[in-house]
């Protein structure tokens, strides 16, 4: 149990709407990562936010994008999706100082049909 | 370009056996070096890093790796097996100040009784 909770657990969209999924990190932990993890691949790295602003990003379209709040939980939105955008959509949140450590939500599934 | 290659999908050890799970890497610069687990329905449970010093670093759960420079390698050992340790494993590069981090494609690990 990492203390990294994502809402929702499963969520099925259709193409070309939007989907905006949450990730509430541990408390103290002002670092959120968001990956992708496609069926039988490993994760790919979305972006990262630190102190609210995106510290860092991946090979990602700009219809990728998110949000840190105050109190450091975290949303990933993607607009006009796309059938391949299906996978499992993870969270990762670290401390201040050891951003290297990094603690994973259980993951939300989107299916886009 | 960074990348890891993780060469076996699927490996399938009998219990008590002695694993090892290969790992390599491409990065220009001093190679910050994970390795995570993930069960089934389970985010992913970070089981050891390298950043510098010795090469063999020990970690959760009975697991070591090694890294070696001069084959661009942190391979995953682990002397007896254990039925609990069915699950797919990861191996990732960080980058210098951990704004990005590169994830291999996995290899999933089966134990025979």
């Known amino acids: 149990e990492t203390g990294v909770t994502q809402s929702p657990t499963h969520l099925i969209k259709t193409r070309g709407q939007q989907v905006t999924l949450r990730c509430s990190s541990q408390s103290g932990h002002n670092t959120v990562s968001w990956y992708q993890q496609a069926l039988g691949q490993g994760p790919q790295f979305i972006f990262q936010?630190?102190?609210?602003?995106?510290?860092g990003r991946g090979n990602f379209p700009p219809r990728f994008s998110g949000l840190q709040f105050p109190n450091y939980s975290s949303e990933l939105n993607v607009n006009a999706l796309e059938l391949d955008d299906s996978a499992l959509y993870l969270c990762?949140?670290?401390?201040?100082?050891?951003?290297?450590?990094?603690?994973f939500g259980p993951g939300t599934r989107l299916l886009v049909l | 370009a960074q990348s890891v290659t993780q060469p076996d999908i699927h490996i399938t050890v009998s219990e008590g056996a002695s694993l090892e799970l290969r790992c390599n890497y491409s990065?220009?610069?001093?190679?910050?070096l994970f390795w995570y687990v993930q069960s089934p329905g389970q985010g992913l449970q970070l089981l050891l890093k390298?950043?510098?010093?010795?090469?063999l670093v020990q970690g959760i759960k009975g697991f070591e790796a090694e890294f070696k420079r001069s084959q661009s390698s942190f391979n995953l050992r682990k002397p007896s097996v254990h039925w609990s340790d069915a699950a797919e494993y990861f191996c990732?590069?960080?980058?210098?100040?951990?704004?990005?981090?590169?994830f291999g494609s996995g290899t999933k690990l089966n134990v025979k009784p």
């Open positions: 990065y220009g610069a001093t190679p910050y």
């Open positions: 390298y950043f510098s010093g010795d090469t």
């Open positions: 990762a949140s670290s401390y201040r100082d050891r951003k290297e450590t990094q603690y």
């Open positions: 990732a590069v960080g980058l210098y100040n951990f704004n990005k981090f590169y």
């Open positions: 936010y630190y102190r609210e602003e995106e510290n």
